[in-house]
Nanobody
Framework: VQLQASGGGLVQAGDSLRLSCAAS????????IGWFRQAPGKRREFVAA????????SYADSVKGRFTISRDNANNMVYLQMNSLKSEETAVYLCAASTGMRPTTTSAYDYWGQGTQVTVSS
């Protein structure tokens, strides 16, 4: 499966942004999709994921209540709605695909797309 993230940009703290992840491949519905982010000089960190099995979701504690992940299997799309953005969330956001059941670590993901830059000004 091939992935492409989009929707990043420059916003102010407190603003919202919706990221999209477009996937190719006829078996898209059999992959869990995760969003990760990586700021300069920092490790890549888990943000959110949605499972292929039942559509269940998981979020990093730091984004719970502000971010929402969703998927549209008919159109091979996954979205990340980000509200109340903070300046420390400036990073490259990447989407990834996994055949795992409930993957939340980078090592559990097999396919990665190129990221999209999100810059949050304070």
């Amino acid at each position: 499966v091939q992935l492409q993230a989009s929707g990043g940009g420059l916003v102010q703290a407190g603003d919202s942004l919706r990221l999209s992840c477009a996937a190719s491949g006829r078996t898209f519905s059999r992959y869990s999709i995760g969003w990760f982010r990586q700021a300069p000089g920092k490790r890549r960190e888990f943000v959110a994921a949605i499972w292929w099995t039942n559509g269940g979701t998981s979020y990093a504690d730091s984004v719970k209540g502000r971010f929402t992940i969703s998927r549209d299997n008919a159109n091979n799309m996954v979205y990340l709605q980000m509200n109340s953005l903070k300046s420390e969330e400036t990073a490259v956001y990447l989407c990834a695909a996994s055949t795992g059941m409930r993957p939340t670590t980078t090592s559990a993901y097999d396919y990665w797309g190129q990221g999209t830059q999100v810059t949050v000004s304070s």
